[in-house]
């Protein structure tokens, strides 16, 4: 073989996984216009568009500032690829009170008005793509779901079920502060001080809404849903 043939060889090689790893993904992807939801066909009306602005997108910034990507995703795969949409929960409910099985997979539309699609990188921790409707379905009876997270960020190995938890602690999202008055509302009870209260930064807060928003399991248009509840 000669270095010219060689050369040629590799440059296709690489050309070619890079057209369809980066360019085509991009071009297909960077205009992603509203669809609009069937009644005959998906049971819905109306656009199926999912928007995440104000404090929601402040979240996705604090995600991502604090690596939160490096152990979690947020991409349930096809099923010709993996079994994550009968993973529990991570793909949907699959008895949601009202709708019944609500599994879907992961379509680009998820992460519109993103600035990045952390879809993740490892997955360490579990998935989180229905996060909050996990939280809010488990936590719904006699605890706040938001509460919960809150403890879970302060310190994961607090909480009894999570005592070998590897996801580490992020106290410095939180602010320990004297109480004068009333305590606050937002209160964590994880003070062994009376005087003292600790409470959630804006950064807390605001991270703990986008993972509240996290909840990729509503009607999509037939087009998108490549992989339908069997009946």
Not at 17 to 41: D, F, G, Q
Not at 221 to 226: K, V, W
Request: charged share 25%.
């Amino acid at each position: 073989m000669s270095l010219r043939t060689f050369i040629l060889g590799l440059s296709a090689s690489f050309g070619f996984a890079w057209l369809a790893i980066i360019v085509v993904p991009y071009v297909k992807m960077r205009n992603l216009a509203p669809i609009t939801l069937s009644e005959e066909a998906d049971g819905a009306t109306g656009i199926f568009y999912p928007k995440r602005t104000g404090r929601i997108a402040n979240g996705a910034e604090v995600y991502a500032e604090n690596g939160c990507y490096l152990c979690h995703t947020q991409l349930v795969r096809p099923t010709y690829a993996g079994n994550d949409l009968y993973r529990p929960d991570w793909g949907g409910l699959k008895a949601d009170p009202d709708r019944g099985d609500t599994r879907r997979e992961t379509n680009a539309y998820d992460f519109s008005d993103e600035k990045f699609a952390q879809i993740g990188v490892s997955r360490m921790g579990p998935d989180l793509s229905n996060l909050g409707r996990r939280v809010e379905a488990i936590y719904a009876v006699g605890q706040d779901p938001e509460k919960w997270l809150y403890r879970h960020l302060y310190n994961p190995r607090l909480l009894p079920d999570r005592w070998e938890s590897t996801c580490p602690p992020s106290a410095f999202l939180f602010i320990e502060r004297k109480i004068t008055g009333n305590p606050s509302s937002d209160a964590l009870p994880l003070s062994n001080d009376p005087t003292l209260e600790i409470v959630p930064s804006p950064d807390a807060k605001a991270l703990v809404s986008y993972l509240m928003s996290m909840k990729k399991d509503q009607i999509v248009p037939a087009i998108l849903n490549f992989g339908p509840p069997k009946k």
